[in-house]
């Protein structure tokens, strides 16, 4: 197994660590699982750039990655929206938006075409980065600026996750057919 794909499996196995941080009895549960992560994060982005850079590119990653991503994402939303940190609209939105363009793959995958992700796409996932980091220290955020900022930038990405999802099907509406 390649370095890139060992970080993609250690990304999966952060997400039960960043669950445990949500049941912690202390004051600063919520800066460990930013913490956390973060961490989980930047083993995405390195992980990709090692892929690309060093043309270890494998069908697993290609299937994990965005696998364990979803994972890493979906969990901290549900968390957060599971102690009241998190709008649960918001929640449902983003995690519909994931469900919704994860099928919409596997059935390009099974006509043979890979959508591969888009700028918008991009956008999308740092703007959930910073939204779900910023919101795992809204004590901080809170003292730092004096409003709730986390949560306008849980709601731009919010916008970007339905924005990009649009982009998603309408580049890709041939995929869409009643057969």
């Known amino acids: 197994m390649n370095l890139p794909n060992k970080l993609t499996l250690l990304r999966i196995a952060m997400v039960p660590l960043l669950i445990v941080c949500f049941y912690l009895n202390v004051s600063w549960w919520s800066y460990a699982a930013a913490v956390i992560f973060v961490l989980a994060y930047f083993t995405d982005m ?13 069908d697993f990653g290609k299937l994990m990655d965005p696998m364990a991503d979803k994972l890493l994402s979906v969990s901290a939303l549900v968390m957060l ?3 009241d940190m998190l709008n649960p609209i918001a929640t449902i939105i983003i995690v519909a938006r994931e469900l919704f363009i994860s099928g919409f793959r596997l ?4 006509k043979g075409v890979v959508i591969a992700a888009s700028w918008m796409g991009k956008v999308k996932t740092v703007s959930q980065f910073v939204a779900i980091t910023m919101v795992l220290l809204h004590d901080l955020t809170l003292r ?13 990405s919010v916008f970007f996750t339905v924005v ?5 099907v309408i580049k890709n509406k041939d995929m869409i ?3």
């Open 144 to 156: 730092l600026v004096g409003f709730p900022l986390d949560m306008v930038v849980m709601w731009i």
């Open 81 to 83: 929206t599971a102690v």
């Open 107 to 110: 059935v390009a995958v099974e």
């Open 46 to 58: 390195l992980d990709g750039q090692i892929a690309r850079k060093r043309n270890l590119i494998t």
């Open 164 to 168: 990009s999802g649009v982009d998603y």
């Open 177 to 179: 057919s009643l057969e």
